[in-house]
Every structure is written in structure tokens, then in C-alpha cells.
């Protein structure tokens, strides 16, 4: 049986369900690391807990919402151990793997739901030049969860 299922339109919806339904691992975590500029959380999936680190990010561009599903369905396939002999749970103690699957959860709805989204008014209307951050980023406490690798 699959949880995730890349063959649709995936949605910031979506990957919550899914998320949610991947948190069962032992060595799982969801984390908030931050807001989009519309208050949408935007969240890292861990997995491991290991001193290595790892970042794996998508949808840094609304178009690119199928991203998000790629990584989501590896954090399933890692979940439920389908990626032997590549990737083991043992390695997970070693290392800690920290999946964004939706950098840019406000875009990809747009991208979705086009004019049909909540939020299409307010961002039609932004000014995106002249040094305008409409990433939403401000510095948050993302940056806790990110250290350089050794």
C-alpha cells in the first residue's frame, strides 16, 4: 500500500495528510521551520537522528510543486524500508536527514488553483521587484535545525 501519490496535482493539503501519515517512524519528526508570507507553515520532515546532516529541498518555485511529491514519496520508500541495501535504518542513527518538501507552499497553490486560490488577490497585487522578499523569510528559527556539515 502507498501513502503518497505523485500522479496528481500536490497540493500543501496533500503533503500535510501525508506527512502526518509518514510520522509514525520512530525517528521521525515534523518541524515547523518557518511561515510563507501568507502564514502557510512551512515544514521540514527529519528522519534519523544522527550528527550528519542532510537537507533535501523542493518546490522552491510554485510551478514546481511535483518536487514536493518526489521527496515525499522517498520519505515514504525510507520510512517503510523499501530502499535497502542503498539506505538502511541503521544508518539513520548516523545520520539525520531533513526533507522541505515545499520551500514554497503560497506559490505552489497558486500554481494549483490559479485564480481559484485564497491568496491570489493579495499576491497579483505585490510589487516582486525592487528587492520585495515575497519568500516570506525572515530570518526565522530555521536556522537552529541547519549547521554546516563537518
Known amino acids: 500500500m502507498r501513502i503518497v501519490n505523485p500522479y496528481v496535482k500536490y497540493s500543501y493539503d ?4 501525508e ?12 518541524i515547523s521551520i518557518g511561515k510563507s508570507r501568507f502564514g502557510r507553515e512551512i515544514l521540514a520532515f527529519r528522519l534519523g537522528n544522527g550528527k550528519k546532516k542532510l537537507m533535501i529541498v523542493g518546490t522552491h518555485h510554485g510551478r514546481e510543486y511535483i518536487s514536493a511529491a518526489f521527496i515525499m514519496r522517498s520519505v515514504e520508500d525510507l520510512v517503510f524500508d523499501r530502499v535497502k541495501p542503498f539506505v538502511t535504518r541503521e544508518m539513520l542513527s548516523e545520520f539525520s536527514l531533513y526533507f522541505i518538501p515545499m520551500l514554497n507552499p503560497d506559490g505552489a497553490e497558486i500554481a494549483i488553483r490559479g485564480e481559484d486560490c485564497s491568496d491570489f488577490e493579495k499576491i497579483a497585487s505585490m510589487k516582486t521587484s525592487g528587492g ?19
Open 14 to 17: 496533500r503533503m500535510l495528510f
Open 19 to 30: 506527512m502526518q501519515q509518514l510520522a509514525i517512524f520512530d525517528q521521525a519528526e515534523i
Open 132 to 150: 520585495t522578499d515575497t519568500s516570506g523569510d525572515s530570518g526565522s528559527e530555521k536556522d537552529q535545525y541547519f549547521v554546516e556539515a563537518a
